[in-house]
């Protein structure tokens, strides 16, 4: 039988410390919808989605109800478009009608994003790959819900700089394509290195195609819960500090992993994984970055910081892996700086540049994450940060993302402002000098050595 | 059995644990364990319950509950016991 602290230590975690969970992702394969014919590819699309996923938002909010706690958002993630509509689309027009496809889905079931919209080109680019990554742009100014990722590069494969140097002028088009937003369509827009199949957070959730049919996936949060018990663990050694985190993130996982199956058994739909990700968002007190303040940062990007990141990251690991019987997606903590509020604010005051968050990524789950950027950055400078971030997750072995809004019409400085949960940030200093050349070479970097560690 | 964990936290006065109690009687809802402190002249909470017998659907107990807590001035929140059996046993 619990006992009464117990009871309240849960109680105050989802009352004060903002635990939830964040998202109940459902995973839906695609591959059984593939026709030549593009009208019947896209029916087969709808019926498949709106079937599989009818229930997955009523279920959420029930799960939400008996255990009183919030399950913020119902998703579903589905195999990368460019493989299912190969043979149906013959331009890019025919894949902006497979996103109108996913958006409708997306309406009919309630679920607040749709991921997927997706192309894997990390070793070549196939003719649908290219059509599905040009009607970017056009897909997600024309949709709501509807998220897209293109995987760029593999430990495995190395780098295609093809498809980095198009990355580069396709979200400077899906930026142009929403200036009256600032440039809200990159926000659902990610490039990855190392994806992972069976991530449950958007913009890059897709379902692998190793992946069962359906599958539900889970995404835990709570790095207000993790903020509280660091300050209790405030000035003792690291040893304390990182028990501290360990413990807090086996509490938040069984959360996850409860859900999980739960979800899992109400839904007849066979449990994936948990991933154990931190994730902010803009409401006080649910900040990666405090955590890192409370671990003995004046303020994050200060010397230190990518040491107490690591620390995090890797605590988090260790207690969420324990608790969870599958553990998978990205699993580590998020640094957004937009969706961060604390983050946002060190963007502002000038403690943290786009040079120390990118040395961040070298030990977080992800990676340039909710970055805004001066509208006017050239395609060939984006491509060179994208570039940067594939480098680090192919020599590493580690998934690495990045998701940068060059936010037309502003320049660094000025304020960005997305809305919900994707939060405000000012504009972050992007180096003014080029690397046109550089990425106008064309072809790929080899995959990497995995001997000779140094 | 189906057990449900209630909490109450509020400003501790005469005749808050007889408003739950009475209300869990009406709808057949057998209380298991009683545990609660008092911190100067606050009141934690916290009633084990089974909910097998009751015809209600759990949303509506737990807005019935929110009502109860109203009347006597107190948060009153009920949650299925799986989510504390998870957090704090292996």
Redesign the interface.
């Known amino acids: 039988?619990?006992?009464?602290n117990?009871?309240?230590?849960?109680?105050t975690m989802i009352r004060d410390e903002n635990l939830d969970v964040r998202t109940i992702t459902m995973g839906i394969g695609l591959l059984d919808c593939c026709d030549s014919d593009l009208d019947a590819l896209c029916d087969k699309i709808y019926k498949k989605i709106t079937t599989s996923a009818k229930d997955l938002v009523r279920v959420g909010d029930e799960i939400g109800?008996?255990?009183?706690?919030p399950v913020i958002n119902k998703r579903v993630a589905v195999t990368p478009v460019s493989i299912i509509g190969a043979s149906a689309c013959k331009t890019c027009k025919d894949f902006v009608k497979i996103a109108e496809t996913l958006e409708k889905a997306a309406l009919s079931t309630g679920v607040n994003f749709i991921g997927g919209y997706s192309a894997l080109v990390q070793k070549g680019m196939s003719a649908a790959d290219k059509m599905l990554i040009e009607s970017i742009p056009y897909a997600l100014s024309r949709t709501e819900h509807v998220c897209g990722s293109v995987s760029l590069a593999s430990t495995k494969t190395g780098i295609d700089m093809d498809a980095v140097k198009l990355m580069g002028r396709v979200i400077k088009e899906t930026a142009e394509a929403t200036k009256d937003r600032d440039s809200i369509g990159c926000a659902k827009l990610v490039v990855f290195c190392n994806p992972a199949d069976d991530n449950p957070f958007m913009a890059g959730a897709f379902h692998g195609v190793t992946e069962t049919d359906t599958v539900i996936n889970v995404g835990v949060s709570g790095p207000g819960v993790v903020k509280k018990a660091v300050s209790r663990a405030k000035g003792e050694n690291f040893e304390v500090l990182c028990e501290t985190i360990k413990k807090t993130a086996f509490?938040v996982t069984?959360?996850g992993?409860?859900v999980a199956k739960e979800a899992s058994r109400r839904l007849n739909v066979p449990f994936g994984i948990v991933d154990l990700s931190l994730a902010p968002t803009p409401a006080v007190g649910d900040s990666i970055a405090d955590i890192i303040q409370e671990m003995g940062m004046e303020c994050v990007g200060a010397p230190g910081t990518t040491a107490a990141l690591a620390i995090l990251n890797d605590q988090v690991k260790k207690g969420g892996v324990m608790a969870s019987s599958y553990v998978g997606g990205l699993s580590g903590a998020f640094i957004p700086v937009s969706e961060d509020r604390s983050m946002a604010h060190a963007a502002e005051i000038g403690a943290l540049s786009l040079e120390k968050l990118e040395a961040m990524t070298c030990v977080c789950s992800v990676g340039l994450d909710m970055v805004p950027i001066p509208g006017d950055t050239s395609a060939e400078t984006i491509s060179g940060i994208i570039a940067d971030e594939m480098a680090i997750g192919m020599i590493n072995q580690k998934t690495t993302a990045v998701r940068i809004i060059p936010v037309c019409g502003k320049k660094a400085g000025d304020r960005a402002e997305f809305g919900g949960l994707l939060g405000s940030s000012p504009i972050m200093q992007v180096s003014k000098y080029g690397c046109k050349d550089f990425i106008d070479r064309g072809g790929r970097i080899p995959a990497p050595i995995h001997s000779f560690k140094n | 059995m189906n057990r449900v964990v209630v909490t109450l936290v509020g400003k501790d006065h005469t005749g808050i644990i007889a408003a739950v109690c009475s209300y869990f009687a009406e709808n057949d809802i057998n209380i298991l364990d009683i545990k609660q402190t008092t911190v100067q002249e606050y009141i934690n909470m916290m009633m084990i319950v089974d909910v097998e017998k009751c015809t209600m659907q759990f949303s509506d107990i737990v807005k019935g509950l929110e009502k109860v807590g109203e009347n006597v001035s107190c948060i009153i929140k009920a949650q299925h016991a799986e989510i504390f059996d998870m957090m704090h046993r292996i």
């Not at chain 1, 117990?6 to 109680?11: A, D, I, L, R």
């Not at chain 1, 109800?65 to 706690?69: K, N, V």
């Open positions: 039988m619990v006992e009464l117990e009871v309240f230590e849960t109680s109800l008996d255990f009183g706690i509490k069984r959360v992993q409860l």
